[in-house]
Nanobody, 124 residues
Framework: QSQLVESGGGLVQPGGSLRLSCATYGFILDRYHMAWFRQAPGKEREGVSCATIDGTTRYSDSVKDRFTISRDYAKNTVYLQMNNLKPEDTGVYYC??????????????????WGRGTQVTVAS
């Protein structure tokens, strides 16, 4: 049974950094495209970043040049390095495994499964 477990969230001041981790279990990571999305209270889910098995990456305009997605196949883990955090980055961050047909998907229909999320709060 596949499982995704996010960690690394917390409270950080504006301008700070966090690195989120997504430990994967029950499937071979290098066979799947992966993504991060977030959800703030009262808002819809928002795709943040994705990475394909061939190394293609995409970012939403709101995080481009601040966030970096990466994959460590030896550790079966996906990371999201977040720099220069802003209050509007606050939300629960989820790691998602994508459908094989989806490519690098940043929209909900492309996300096959996800974990329970990790809370990120950016505040002074």
């Amino acid at each position: 049974q596949s499982q995704l477990v996010e960690s690394g969230g917390g409270l950080v001041q504006p301008g700070g950094s966090l690195r989120l981790s997504c430990a994967t279990y029950g499937f071979i990571l290098d066979r799947y495209h992966m993504a991060w999305f977030r959800q703030a209270p009262g808002k819809e889910r928002e795709g943040v970043s994705c990475a394909t098995i061939d190394g293609t990456t995409r970012y939403s305009d709101s995080v481009k040049d601040r966030f970096t997605i990466s994959r460590d196949y030896a550790k079966n883990t996906v990371y999201l390095q977040m720099n220069n955090l802003k209050p509007e980055d606050t939300g629960v961050y989820y790691c998602a495994r994508l459908f094989n047909w989806a490519g690098c998907g940043l929209t909900p229909p492309t996300w096959e499964s996800w974990g329970r999320g990790t809370q990120v709060t950016v505040a002074s």
